[in-house]
C-alpha cells in the first residue's frame, strides 16, 4: 500500500464548475501538506502548503486538511481552463533533520471552455 | 536567477549504453533530489543529497548513481541504460529538506 493515495483521473468540468481534489495518506506522522501544479511537459511548481489540520485560502484555491480521517483536499472554485494540469499532493515529516516528501500520483484536471 | 537547470531536455539511448543528467541550482540551497515520473506513479525519489559530498537512496535507487561536490551540482548517472528507465526525470532543490521543492523542466528519456 502507497503512503499517499490520490485517484490519477482524469477528472474533466466545465469552465465555472467547483472542483475538488483528494488524497489520504497512512503515516500519522506526517505534519506538512502541499499542493503541486504540473502543467504538461513542465516541473511541478507549489501551490499550496498547510501545516496541520485545517483550512488555507488563496485566491480560488482552498487547502483543506483533516489528520484525523488522513485526508487532504484542494478545492479549485470558479475553475478556469487556464487550470487545466496535473495536481499532485505531497507531504511529509518535518523535524530537525527535515523529511523526504512523498508524493500522490497527481490527478489530471480538464477545464473545458 | 536561473533556478534549477536540467539538460538534455530530451534523450534516446540503446539499451546498455551510460550517460549523465546534468542538474545545477543557483539558490544556494543545501537539498537536492533526483525523481522519476511514470503515468501513474507520480513521483519517485531516486536519490537525495542534503549537501555537498553527502548523498543517499531514495525509493527506487538501482541503476543510477549520484555525486554532489559543489553545492550547485547534482548529476545523475545512468550506468547501463534498460528500457525500464524510459521516463520523466526531475531535478528539485530545497532551502532544506522537507520545505518547499523547486523543479527544473525535466529531462525526458527514452532507452530503446
Known amino acids: 500500500q502507497k503512503e499517499v493515495e490520490q485517484d490519477p483521473g482524469p477528472l474533466s468540468v466545465p469552465e465555472g464548475a467547483i472542483v475538488s481534489l483528494n488524497c489520504t495518506y497512512s503515516n500519522s506522522a506526517f505534519q506538512y501538506f502541499m499542493w503541486y501544479r504540473q502543467y504538461s511537459r513542465k516541473g511541478p511548481e507549489l501551490l499550496m502548503y498547510t501545516y496541520s489540520s485545517g483550512n488555507k485560502e488563496d485566491g480560488r484555491f482552498t487547502a483543506q486538511v483533516d489528520k484525523s480521517s488522513k485526508y487532504i483536499s484542494l478545492f479549485i472554485r470558479d475553475s478556469q481552463p487556464s487550470d487545466s494540469a496535473t495536481y499532485l499532493c505531497a507531504m511529509t515529516v518535518r523535524g530537525s533533520q527535515g523529511g523526504k516528501l512523498i508524493f500522490g500520483q497527481g490527478t489530471e484536471l480538464s477545464v473545458k471552455p | 536567477n536561473a533556478g534549477v537547470t536540467q539538460t538534455p531536455k530530451f534523450q534516446v539511448l540503446k539499451t546498455g549504453q551510460s550517460m549523465t543528467l546534468q542538474c545545477a541550482q543557483d539558490?544556494?540551497?543545501?537539498?537536492m533530489s533526483w525523481y522519476r515520473q511514470d503515468p501513474g506513479m507520480g513521483l519517485r525519489l531516486i536519490h537525495y543529497s542534503v549537501g555537498a559530498g553527502i548523498t543517499d537512496q531514495g525509493e527506487v535507487p538501482n541503476g543510477y548513481n549520484v555525486s554532489r561536490s559543489t553545492t550547485e551540482d547534482f548529476p545523475l548517472r545512468l550506468l547501463s541504460a534498460a528500457p525500464s528507465q524510459t521516463s520523466v526525470y526531475f531535478c528539485a532543490t530545497e532551502r532544506r529538506q522537507g520545505h518547499e521543492a523547486f523543479f527544473g523542466q525535466g529531462t525526458r528519456l527514452t532507452v530503446v
Open positions: 539558490m544556494n540551497h543545501e537539498y
